[in-house]
């Protein structure tokens, strides 16, 4: 792993004023605010909901993500490092994965060379992320406890907006 304690501060300049990375830091707080409306308000059981015999469970899915963020990590610091940490309590694990984004945004944030291009953390953990989001929705709904839908083009998403808590949906529909 790169030693990057030494960056000289001209060249976190110019990671911070980045566009690639403005855009991968908002990907990033867009699977946070889709993230923490598919598991608010959701029972504890629900992490162990079962739509078929071969599916993921809403908790492995959500301990998955967790992992794909702690990955995300340590390819930016320039190693690949898979955690494959299996799966805690449902309240647990959905504080591991806001961690884990949270971590991962912040080092976003802090301008350090990354180990490798945005494109390729925006296709592998971001994009996969995304996609497993969808899925907890999915599950919901076939549990019962569907999400409603939103204008996502109009939602108050913002680079650095990585926690549990975000704004309230601007234009939610049924």
């Known amino acids: 792993m790169p030693d990057h304690a030494f960056t000289p501060p001209e060249l976190q300049q110019a990671a911070l004023h980045d566009p690639a990375r403005a855009l991968l830091r908002h990907a990033v707080a867009t699977v946070a605010y889709r993230a923490s409306k598919a598991v608010r308000e959701t029972p504890e059981r629900f992490a162990d909901f079962a739509a078929g015999p071969t ?6 899915i959500l301990g998955h993500m967790a992992d794909l963020f702690e990955w995300a990590l340590s390819m930016a610091r320039g190693s690949t490092r898979w955690p494959d940490s299996g799966s805690l309590p449902w309240l647990e694990e959905i504080d591991r994965f806001f961690a884990a984004l949270e971590a991962f945004d912040a080092y976003l944030a802090a301008g350090e060379p990354l180990g490798v291009p945005t494109e390729r953390l ?3 953990p971001v994009a996969d992320a995304l996609t497993h989001v969808g899925q907890l929705t999915m599950l919901r709904r076939l549990a019962g ?3 409603r839908g939103e204008n996502y083009a109009k939602a108050d998403i913002a680079a650095g907006r990585t926690t549990f808590d975000q704004p309230a949906p601007r234009v939610e529909f049924d």
């Open 55 to 60: 599916t993921r469970s809403p908790g492995q």
């Open 122 to 124: 925006l296709q592998g």
């Open 145 to 147: 406890g569907p999400v």
